[in-house]
């Protein structure tokens, strides 16, 4: 857990779903899954557990993911990835820890 630390929503769930429902657009949206923040902001705002969700509209499919650093000061963010329907990966990991350079 580091001091400075915090868990960012990048995703573009929240607003695709906006924009959807106001041109009335069907779509639906599901929990694949919860991960943890590590930040102590996100001890202190109680917001420590964060929904991974999946939009499907149309023919596209959004993912989210949880990005973390090996570098334990670096935010977590949340970010989302558009497919088509038919090449949305079999093994979508709900979260991911990248390398620093």
């Known amino acids: 857990m580091s001091w400075d630390k915090n868990t960012i929503r ?7 779903m906006k924009v959807l429902t106001e041109l009335k657009v069907e779509h639906s949206i599901e929990t ?4 943890t923040g590590y ?15 999946k939009l499907t509209y149309k023919n596209f ?5 949880m990005r973390r650093e090996k570098d334990c000061d670096s935010n977590d963010v949340i970010i989302s990835k558009k497919f088509n329907k038919n090449k949305v990966p079999k093994n979508w990991k709900i979260e991911k820890t990248i390398k620093n350079d």
């Not at 499919?61 to 993911?65: C, M, N, S």
């Open 39 to 53: 930040g102590l902001n996100d001890n202190y705002a109680k917001t420590d557990k964060h929904l991974i969700r």
């Open 32 to 35: 694949i899954g919860e991960v």
């Open 10 to 16: 990048a995703s573009e769930i929240d607003t695709t």
């Open 61 to 65: 499919v959004v993912l989210e993911q």
